[in-house]
């Protein structure tokens, strides 16, 4: 299979609306829409889940959004970090 990304263009229509530059856009030739093999839903997994707990621990959105405020830090984490129950909610006091 073959398959190329031209500027966006897996957006279609929307690929040069002002709100679309602000979305966390990744191609990535190794997986399709299917996720069939195990390969691809790891990757998928690992991208899902990281962008999951950035955002859920208040980091940015994008990485346009992280330019905007470089001061906050975006979290790095795996499928496997999510799986060994980083997104447990803090019981503390």
Known sequence: MHVTDRGRDQLG????EPFTRDFDYRFIR????SLT????QRIFMDI??????????????S????QAAPGRSAARVTART???GALRPDLRP
């Open 13 to 16: 229509a929307f690929a040069n």
């Open 30 to 33: 190794e997986i399709d829409h």
């Open 37 to 40: 093999t195990l390969e691809s």
């Open 48 to 61: 899902v889940c990281e962008w999951a707990l950035r955002v859920a621990q208040g980091g940015p959105t």
């Open 63 to 66: 990485p346009r959004a992280q």
């Open 82 to 84: 999510l799986q060994a």
